[in-house]
C-alpha cells in the first residue's frame, strides 16, 4: 500500500516581529513551498529530503509526518521532499510554510482532515521540537497558512485578527543566512514597551506604520543596518521592515514606487537580491 499527498504553503513576511513580547502580526507572500509526501506500510520511519539542499536538516519536515500520523494513529513510514523559493534562513518564513504543507501533504495522503488552526498547531509543536524557532512562530505560520494579514498571541496560541490586505512586496534577501533560532533574545527584550506601541498600531490597521517602527526597533537591537529602511522611506515607502531575525528586509509598496527602490536596494552595498511579489490572501492547499 503506498499513500501520496502534495500541498503548497506561502512564506510571510514581518509586520511585529514577537521575540521581544511573544505577539506578532505578518502577512503572506506569493512565495512558496511545495510538499510531497509519499507513505507506506513498508516502510518504519519517515525520511526527508529538500531539493537542491542534500546536507540540509529535515527534523521538522519528518516530525511533522510523524505528528500527523501520530494524531490519527496511523502507523506508517514513507518519505517526504519539500522544493521551495523561499530564501532559506532570511525571515522569510521557510520553516513555517514548509512545516505547514507539510503536514496538508500528509493529510491529504492520507485521507484525513483536521480544523486548520489545528494544522497550524501542530507544524508550530514541530518547529519547536526542531529548534527552529523561540517563540514557535504562530504568527508566521498562522501568515503562512491563511494568507491575508495576522496577528496572534504566540504565547496563548490564538489568532486575533486576519484580514485580506492587497499590496506589491518588494524583498531584499541578503545572500547570508541568519537562523532565527540563534536570535538574541534578551536585546530584543529591552526593547518590548516600544514594539508594544507598534503592536497596537497593527491591532489599529495600522499595519505600514507597525511595521516600520518594528523594522528600526529590531535592527537597533539585533544589529542590522537601517539603511534598507531609509533608502525605502526615501523613496516614499510608508511600510518596510526587517523580516523576522533577517537578514532580508521587505516593503509593501505601490506600482509606482517598485522600480525605485529595486534600484536603490541593488545599489545598496550588500550582496543580495531583490525579489518582487505581492501579499498571498490566499490559504495554504492540498494540491
Known amino acids: 500500500m503506498i499513500l501520496e499527498g502534495r500541498a503548497c504553503a506561502s512564506g510571510a513576511g514581518t509586520i511585529i516581529a514577537a521575540f521581544a513580547t511573544w505577539k506578532g502580526a505578518a502577512f503572506g507572500t506569493g512565495l512558496k513551498t511545495y510538499s510531497e509526501v509519499e507513505l507506506s506500510d513498508r516502510e518504519r520511519k ?50 513555517s510554510a514548509a512545516a505547514n504543507a507539510t503536514v496538508l501533504a500528509t493529510l491529504n495522503a492520507i485521507g484525513e482532515s483536521m480544523p486548520p488552526l489545528d494544522a497550524v498547531k501542530l507544524g508550530v509543536r514541530a518547529a519547536r521540537e526542531a529548534k527552529v524557532t523561540i517563540t514557535g512562530s504562530f504568527d508566521d505560520a498562522c501568515a503562512s497558512f491563511f494568507g491575508g494579514v495576522v496577528i496572534t498571541d504566540n504565547r496563548k496560541l490564538e489568532l486575533l485578527k486576519r484580514e485580506e490586505y492587497n499590496s506589491k512586496v518588494l524583498i531584499f534577501a541578503p545572500n547570508r543566512k541568519v537562523f532565527s533560532s540563534q536570535t538574541n533574545v534578551k536585546r530584543s527584550e529591552l526593547i518590548a514597551p516600544y514594539i508594544d506601541l507598534a503592536y497596537e498600531l497593527a491591532l489599529a490597521g495600522e499595519y505600514e506604520k507597525a511595521m516600520t517602527l518594528n523594522g528600526f526597533l529590531y535592527c537597533s537591537a539585533l544589529g542590522f543596518d537601517t539603511e534598507c529602511i531609509l533608502q525605502a522611506l526615501e523613496c516614499g515607502v510608508k511600510g518596510v521592515s526587517l523580516s523576522g531575525s533577517g537578514p532580508a528586509y521587505v516593503a509593501l509598496v505601490k506600482e509606482s514606487q517598485v522600480e525605485e527602490l529595486r534600484s536603490a536596494w541593488e545599489s545598496c552595498g550588500m550582496e543580495g537580491r531583490v525579489i518582487e511579489t505581492s501579499i498571498n490572501n490566499r490559504d495554504a492547499m492540498s494540491l
Open 46 to 95: 519517515v525520511r526527508g529530503s529538500i531539493e537542491g539542499m542534500p546536507e540540509a536538516d529535515t527534523f521538522l519536515i519528518e516530525r511533522c509526518v510523524e505528528l500527523v500520523l501520530e494524531h490519527f494513529e496511523i502507523k506508517l513510514g514513507g518519505k517526504v521532499k519539500t522544493s521551495s523559493n523561499i530564501p532559506l534562513a532570511g525571515g522569510l518564513k521557510s520553516s
